[in-house]
Antibody, heavy 123, light 108 residues
């Protein structure tokens, strides 16, 4: 059974970097799926942030204006998110998920999700 | 990016009723790459349907999806108590993937 678990600080100061890690169990991140981050806030609802393949190939939501970086570590079966220069608008529940990507499109649906991690941006 | 508009915002129904949820896209969704999710309070969304009409593993057959182009529908034939939740549509026919704002199905 595929399981994902987010971890990281629950509180980040404005202008700093939000860093989250997703640990995958029951399935290798090196298999033929992408891995992604989605966030949910009352203001913006569900928003796809970024996705990554085990080769390191990434896809980012243009709305985040270059503030996002994803990485993947196949030796620990984890992938990570860094979101720079955060503001209160980045306060949300952050989910990691497995992405079943349609390669020709470069987008996909999310078939397994972590439970979510609340990250609050506040001084 | 494609904007998805879901209606109604809230659906008040009784167990055993039929529920019809709508998702309209601002432009045509490539190859019907549209999925539906169910979310209960404090939980992550759960994939129900993909490619508009294919059930995900574990999705009961009382759930069905239909539509093409810009208009899609999720139908729950007979509501069970565990079906009262918020439902979201998501398109992945073009990048970036986008979600609708959700329809809440509540007990009348």
């Amino acid at each position: 059974q595929v399981q994902l678990q987010e971890s990281g600080p629950g509180l980040v100061k404005p202008s700093e970097t939000l860093s989250l890690t997703c640990t995958v169990s029951g399935f290798s991140v090196s298999n033929d799926f992408y891995w992604g981050w989605i966030r949910q806030s009352p203001r913006k609802g569900l928003e796809w942030i970024a996705s990554i393949y085990h080769t390191g190939a990434t896809s980012y939501n243009p709305s985040l204006k270059g503030r996002v970086t994803m990485s993947i570590d196949t030796s620990t079966n984890q992938f990570s998110l860094n979101l720079r220069s955060v503001t209160a608008a980045d306060t949300a529940v952050y989910f990691c998920a497995r992405v079943d990507v349609v390669v020709v499109v470069g987008a996909g649906h999310f078939d397994y999700w972590g439970q979510g991690a609340l990250v609050t941006v506040s001084s | 990016e494609i904007v998805l508009t879901q209606s109604p915002g809230t659906l008040s129904l009784s167990p055993g009723d039929r529920a019809t949820l709508s998702c309209r896209a601002s432009q045509s969704v490539n190859s019907n790459y549209l999925s539906w999710y169910q979310q209960k309070p404090g939980q992550a969304p759960r994939l129900l349907m993909y490619v508009a009409s294919l059930r995900a593993t574990g999705t009961p057959d009382r759930f069905s999806g239909s539509g093409s182009g810009t208009d899609f529908t999720l139908t729950i034939s007979r509501l069970e108590p565990e079906d009262f939740a918020v439902y979201y549509c998501q398109q992945y026919g073009s990048s970036p993937e986008t979600f609708g704002q959700g329809t809440k199905v509540e007990i009348k």
